[in-house]
């Protein structure tokens, strides 16, 4: 039985997740999968309430989940920044979710390239290092001895204004930084990902030809890793990554990406797979509590209507399985997927005409098929 913590959170959240537990509800009716979901009433109608985000209750509470199924927050009533980083960014933090796992899928027809050749990335996006720790300033150029200290958790760093700034212009910085303990971490999950799949090699994308510091180390560490596990390694810069994922996006398997461009990169593998309500996300942490989600955010606009895609939630419960021991009953939804996908059972981002509900449960539908 494993424990899993339900949290809807905002707009279409709440819809997607319903369809996705109906769907998980499925799974247990066929499979030797059992769960019980706790409800977390997370999200901007608490914080509005109360101004409560994340608490120490709320922490406690998922520390004791084997796995948290996540749906969205986002409110329109709520200045941008404060639900995303009080809840969302607090608790990948928290839980020291450092790898981002976005599969990029084909599920013709309904690809925009139209080309009768399947492919099924894996984007890893490192989660918690590279240009997104928030460690940076804007600063007065006239004080040009200054030293500036950042220190974020365990980080100090001085950096010799002089050699930043000598006309003293004002300016602002942003400090990208990778450890050789986070990419290590990081590498070994991307070849054991990789080597799961039965794969041979796994891409590594960079701009390790400007910035050489943080890239070139990176790839150092990928290097020995790849011996270490006897697999092959390829290097790919961010700007040709984004053209042959246009071109040849079949010629990849589990790529590796460093955070500022995993999070360009995989938005562009959302609309590369039919758009925001096709793809789901894992923020995950291998050895403790991971969180699977859509990659789509509240949508305001069209919350309350009964037609957001729940695809994108499915998958992500797709995904939860997977990481939780249930390859098998991964497949099946996938399958059952797929099949809803072919036989035009879908809402009207994808030119269907069925509700959020009745995608769910023609998804379930076809997995208890599956059974007979
Ligand atoms: P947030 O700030 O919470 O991320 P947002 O509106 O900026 O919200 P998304 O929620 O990701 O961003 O959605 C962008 C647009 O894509 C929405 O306005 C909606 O029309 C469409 N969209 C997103 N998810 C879905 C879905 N599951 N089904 C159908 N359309 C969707």
Request: charged fraction near 25%; include cysteine.
């Amino acid at each position: 039985m494993k424990h899993l913590a339900i949290i809807p959170g905002d707009g279409i959240g709440k819809e997607v997740i319903d369809a996705g537990m109906d769907v998980l509800d499925a799974v247990c009716e066929i499979s030797s999968f059992d769960y019980d979901g706790e409800l977390f009433d997370i999200g901007s109608e608490r914080y509005l309430a109360n101004g409560e985000l994340l608490t120490d209750e709320d922490i406690d509470g998922l520390r004791r989940k084997d796995a948290i199924y996540f749906g969205a927050i986002g409110d329109p009533r709520v200045k941008p920044g404060i639900l995303e980083q009080g809840i969302l960014l607090r608790m990948r933090a928290v839980f020291d979710q450092y790898i981002n796992l976005r599969p990029v899928t084909s599920w013709f027809p309904l690809v925009p390239l139209k080309r009768e050749v399947p492919f099924d990335i894996h984007f890893l996006r490192e989660n918690t290092e590279d240009f997104y720790m928030g460690a940076g300033g804007t600063f007065d150029g006239r004080r040009k001895d200054a030293h500036i200290k950042v220190k974020r958790e365990m980080y100090e760093l001085d950096i010799d204004l002089e050699a930043v700034s000598s006309n003293g212009d004002d300016f602002a910085f942003e400090i990208g930084l990778l450890s050789r303990g986070g990419i290590s971490r990081f590498a070994e999950y991307a070849f054991e990902y990789a080597q799961a799949r039965g794969e041979k090699k796994i891409t590594l994308v960079d701009k390790a030809n400007v910035c050489t510091h943080i890239y070139g180390m990176q790839r150092a560490v990928f290097e020995e890793k790849s011996k270490e596990y006897g697999m092959g390694l390829e290097y790919m810069y961010v700007d040709a990554m984004a053209m042959a994922m246009i071109v040849r996006p079949e010629t990849f398997g589990t790529v590796a990406v460093p955070n500022l461009f995993g999070d360009i990169l995989t938005d562009l593998g959302a609309q590369l797979q039919g758009g925001l309500g096709m793809g789901g996300s894992g923020n995950i942490n291998p050895k403790g509590v991971s969180m699977f989600e859509p990659i789509h955010g509240s949508a305001p606009d069209i919350a309350g209507q009964k037609k957001a895609n729940p695809i994108a939630a499915v998958l992500a419960a797709q995904m939860l399985l997977e990481n939780q021991g249930y390859p098998e009953e991964g497949c099946m939804l996938k399958k059952a997927v797929r099949h809803c996908l072919d036989s035009g059972l879908t809402t009207p981002d994808l030119g269907g005409r069925l509700t959020t509900g009745e995608v769910g449960k023609a998804i379930c539908r076809h997995i208890l098929e599956q059974k007979k």
